[in-house]
C-alpha cells in the first residue's frame, strides 16, 4: 500500500451539478446504470455501464486492480473468491465493452459504524482517469448502500486520493486506522 491512509465516511448521497447523467436499466437480470460521458471528449467515452462482475470476469479485474495493489493474479482471484463468502462484490465500470475501473465493497455491521457499505479497493485505469468514472463507481456504492439502508460508507484512502473523496461528499473519519502485523 503506498502513503498513509485516512479513514473517510460519506455524508450525502446526492448528485453535484454537472455530474454524469445515468439512467437504470436492467440487463441479463443484473442492475446497471449507463452514464454518457460525452463531456469528456479526450476519452472517446460514449457510454459507461457500471454493475457487478460475474466471477468468469474477475480476471478481467485483475489488470486494473494490479495497478492499485502488489498482488499476484492468483492470490487476487483466491481472496475474491473467499471474500464473496463475506458479501464482498466486485463492481466493474465499462466503456463500450472494455473494463476502464473497478470497486470492491462489502456490508459490515460493526457496534461502533452500524450497518454500512465498506469499499475496499476503487481504481479507474490509468489511461481513463479524470473521466467520471470514479465517480460513477462510487455512485453505484451509494445507491447499493442506501438500497439496503445502510447508514454510511466507510473507506481508507491513500493520501493522493483524498481530494478526490471530498469532491464527492467523503470526510475524514476521526478513527485513525491501525494495524498489528502478525506475519514477517
Known sequence: MRGDPAKLTARSAGPRKGACRGGRARLSGRSETRYNLNTYPQYKCIQMITRTLRPDEWPDAYPLIAQLRTI???????????????GYVLVGAFNENALVGVMGCRPVHTLARGFHLHIDDLVVDEQCRRAGIGKALLDFATREAQSRDMGAIFLDARQQAIPFYTRHDFIPHASPSMKKPLLP
Open 72 to 86: 499476484s493474479r492468483e492470490a487476487f482471484l483466491a481472496s475474491v473468491k473467499i471474500q464473496t463468502l463475506n
